[in-house]
């Protein structure tokens, strides 16, 4: 490098800066990519960089503190506007996603995504899980044998309670109480060994110190927030800092989950609160996502290194990771309805049936262990306790449904004729 080092009208005004500050508002730009454009002169790479962080950081939307007193902000790039109004746009509950997920998801359905997003929340804390197996027990509620497992079968029942917590500030005493209902029923043995077998297990009194102070910022930035900042972004970064800094040990992973999933809820954005975020997630950190991405973890951490607080590349590899969940949803549910349509058809020759028993037996036919619950049949077709009734025992007089007791839910499931019916498709 020269010995002149330029002024700062000197750089402002040198033409490959004004590039790179131009591409800095554009789009999110890792250190990797950073470095295959030309550079002012008479600057190393890093006083450059760390120039347009500066610059950054002045026209950012501003968070909260990290734990060494730095404020993290990011851009607001036209890359992630136009991806976050994209995200916002499919997961409203006046959006024709979260109209598909209301005709064709039945309770079967959104049952395995609450489960795949508890199974990647234990990924992503490090654990392994049979999935197959655990699904068994979780469908059944029955109590399954290993310790994980119980806590994600757990972090199901509090996932499908959270609609009655949207009146509720965030606040410790919330997180504690998720954090007691996901180790209910595992001894303290395996409570022990869970944590002895997670990433960072060990913390000092210092470090924990700064954990609970970070976990204060965390709640406060839950209930209030920047006007300028972005709620699918603000739900995104609640659920990783608690992972980050793991206030509640192995189960940190899960209440970031949950509250992820109830700050979406809180604000409108239903179809974020169904599905899997943490799968995408969890495949980004496998480096399974190929190139639909900007960058793999390795790019990412060298990026993180030299801007720690600058949260652009962070949230844009989010915003990515919640558009896979969001379109791969999207295509089971088409998928989903294809199937309808085609039993609905068949099913259309069948003159004794109304249009409701028709959706019913389609989904019978999609779901075979769905259960269909008269005051479910009731409120989404607004129609009367008699007739949601009459629908059902239609169905189980023409041998299609069965009724049972499960626990103290009277319900009905597929019967013999639906395997006849599924052999006709």
Same mark, same amino acid.
């Given at each position: 490098?020269?010995? %002149?080092?330029?002024?700062?009208?000197?750089?402002?005004?040198?033409?490959?800066?004004?590039?790179?500050?131009?591409?800095?508002? +554009?789009?999110?730009?890792?250190?990797?990519?950073?470095?295959?454009?030309?550079?002012?002169?008479?600057?190393?790479?890093?006083?450059?960089?760390?120039?347009?962080?500066?610059?950054?950081?002045?026209?950012?939307?501003?968070?909260?503190?990290?734990?060494?007193?730095?404020?993290?902000?990011? @851009? +607001?790039?036209?890359?992630?506007?136009?991806?976050?109004?994209?995200?916002?746009?499919?997961?409203?509950?006046?959006?024709?996603?979260?109209?598909?997920?209301?005709?064709?998801?039945?309770?079967?359905?959104?049952?395995?995504?609450?489960?795949?997003?508890?199974?990647?929340?234990?990924?992503?804390?490090?654990?392994?899980?049979?999935?197959? %197996?655990?699904?068994?027990?979780?469908?059944?509620?029955?109590?399954?044998?290993?310790? #994980?497992? @119980?806590?994600?079968?757990?972090?199901?029942?509090?996932?499908?309670?959270?609609?009655?917590? /949207?009146?509720?500030?965030?606040?410790?005493?919330?997180?504690?109480?998720?954090?007691?209902?996901?180790?209910?029923?595992?001894?303290?043995?395996?409570?022990?060994?869970?944590?002895?077998?997670?990433?960072?297990?060990? #913390? &000092?009194?210092?470090?924990?110190?700064?954990?609970?102070?970070?976990?204060?910022?965390?709640?406060?930035?839950?209930?209030?927030?920047?006007?300028? &900042?972005?709620?699918?972004?603000?739900?995104?970064?609640?659920?990783?800092?608690?992972?980050?800094?793991?206030?509640?040990?192995?189960?940190?992973?899960?209440?970031?989950?949950?509250?992820?999933?109830?700050?979406?809820?809180?604000?409108?954005?239903?179809?974020?609160?169904?599905?899997?975020?943490?799968?995408?997630?969890?495949?980004?950190?496998?480096?399974?996502?190929?190139?639909?991405?900007?960058?793999?973890?390795?790019?990412?951490?060298?990026?993180?290194?030299?801007?720690?607080?600058?949260?652009?590349? %962070?949230?844009?590899?989010?915003?990515?990771?919640?558009?896979?969940?969001?379109?791969?949803?999207?295509?089971?549910?088409?998928?989903?309805?294809?199937?309808? @349509?085609?039993?609905?058809?068949?099913?259309?020759?069948?003159?004794?049936?109304? %249009?409701?028993?028709?959706? /019913?037996?389609?989904?019978?036919?999609?779901?075979?262990?769905?259960?269909?619950? /008269?005051?479910?049949?009731?409120?989404?077709?607004?129609?009367?306790?008699?007739?949601?009734?009459?629908?059902?025992?239609?169905?189980?007089?023409?041998?299609?449904?069965?009724?049972?007791?499960?626990?103290?839910?009277?319900?009905?499931?597929?019967?013999?004729?639906?395997?006849?019916?599924?052999?006709?498709?």
């Amino acid at each position: 490098m020269d010995e %002149h080092a330029p002024t700062l009208t000197e750089i402002i005004h040198d033409r490959s800066f004004r590039a790179l500050l131009r591409l800095s508002q +554009r789009e999110a730009m890792t250190w990797d990519t950073f470095l295959q454009h030309p550079l002012p002169p008479n600057m190393s790479p890093l006083s450059v960089w760390e120039m347009l962080g500066s610059i950054g950081t002045c026209l950012g939307v501003h968070l909260f503190p990290d734990e060494e007193g730095n404020l993290l902000w990011y @851009r +607001r790039t036209h890359e992630l506007s136009d991806l976050i109004d994209s995200i916002e746009r499919r997961s409203t509950p006046d959006s024709p996603l979260y109209e598909a997920l209301l005709d064709h998801a039945d309770r079967s359905f959104a049952l395995g995504m609450r489960l795949a997003e508890s199974v990647a929340a234990a990924k992503l804390a490090g654990f392994a899980v049979r999935c197959d %197996h655990l699904e068994m027990h979780v469908r059944l509620n029955t109590v399954p044998e290993l310790p #994980i497992e @119980r806590l994600i079968a757990n972090a199901v029942a509090i996932d499908s309670e959270l609609s009655s917590l /949207i009146d509720q500030p965030f606040s410790a005493e919330m997180l504690d109480g998720f954090h007691a209902r996901l180790i209910e029923g595992i001894a303290q043995g395996d409570l022990d060994a869970l944590q002895a077998n997670a990433p960072n297990a060990a #913390i &000092d009194e210092e470090v924990w110190g700064v954990v609970l102070q970070q976990l204060s910022l965390i709640l406060e930035y839950a209930n209030g927030g920047d006007g300028e &900042d972005l709620a699918v972004l603000r739900g995104n970064l609640i659920a990783d800092s608690i992972r980050y800094h793991q206030p509640y040990g192995f189960a940190s992973s899960h209440i970031a989950s949950l509250a992820s999933k109830l700050f979406y809820l809180k604000h409108g954005l239903p179809v974020l609160a169904y599905v899997p975020i943490s799968g995408a997630k969890y495949l980004w950190t496998e480096n399974e996502l190929g190139g639909k991405t900007l960058c793999g973890p390795d790019e990412y951490e060298s990026t993180r290194r030299r801007s720690c607080c600058d949260l652009t590349v %962070h949230h844009t590899l989010s915003g990515q990771c919640i558009k896979i969940a969001l379109d791969e949803i999207e295509e089971q549910i088409t998928g989903i309805a294809g199937k309808d @349509r085609a039993a609905k058809a068949m099913l259309s020759l069948d003159q004794r049936f109304n %249009h409701r028993q028709r959706s /019913i037996l389609a989904r019978a036919l999609r779901t075979p262990l769905a259960e269909f619950h /008269i005051r479910y049949h009731q409120e989404k077709n607004r129609i009367s306790y008699a007739t949601a009734r009459r629908d059902l025992v239609e169905l189980a007089d023409a041998g299609y449904l069965r009724s049972e007791h499960h626990g103290k839910a009277f319900v009905f499931v597929a019967d013999a004729r639906i395997d006849e019916l599924s052999r006709n498709l």
